[in-house]
């Protein structure tokens, strides 16, 4: 009964992965239907220690994630691209990170704001340079949440769009 039961399972299984377009060919003529691009960003050694500090401030309770944060890169008042980069932040003693989660909206927006009158690109304008963005964005937080709301930020490894011209 066991080996007929898994018989009848992977055959369902099995047709429904053909039916939903799991194979290869197809139909399609120009041959663009199944593909996927992928773009990895290979972190250096510094952004591997940054990773481990980062994955113990996520397994405390009175972190939260803002949701990515888009800062314009330019040099000499000429955009070169956009850095698309998560913050974490850690609540003070005291504070109700659930309200704090709830108002997220509203620091991002001022974060977004200050990333583009105060340029964070680096000197080259290829990347952000994330000690100055932990900087003013920190200024940015304890301005909106307070001064002692804010116990530390971490601005995670920016995935960057270089604009060509």
Request: proline fraction near 3%; aromatic fraction near 6%.
């Amino acid at each position: 009964m066991r080996i007929f039961l898994a018989i009848l399972l992977s055959a369902c299984l099995s047709s429904a992965a053909l039916a939903s377009g799991g194979g290869g060919g197809g139909g399609n003529a120009s041959g663009s239907g199944n593909r996927f691009v992928t773009l990895f960003n290979l972190a250096s050694d510094e952004d591997e220690d940054h990773s481990t500090d980062s994955e113990a401030m996520a397994d405390n309770p009175r972190v939260f994630t803002l949701p990515a944060v888009v800062a314009p890169l330019s040099v000499g008042g000429r955009l070169t691209g956009y850095a698309y980069v998560r913050v974490q932040v850690r609540a003070g003693d005291g504070q109700n990170v659930w309200d704090m989660q709830e108002r997220t909206h509203f620091a991002l927006d001022a974060m977004v704001r200050a990333a583009s009158r105060i340029p964070l690109a680096n000197a080259d304008g290829s990347g952000l340079d994330r000690d100055l963005a932990t900087r003013v964005w920190e200024a940015v937080l304890r301005d909106y949440y307070g001064a002692s709301a804010i116990a530390e930020i971490r601005v995670g490894t920016p995935d960057t769009l270089m604009l060509r011209r």
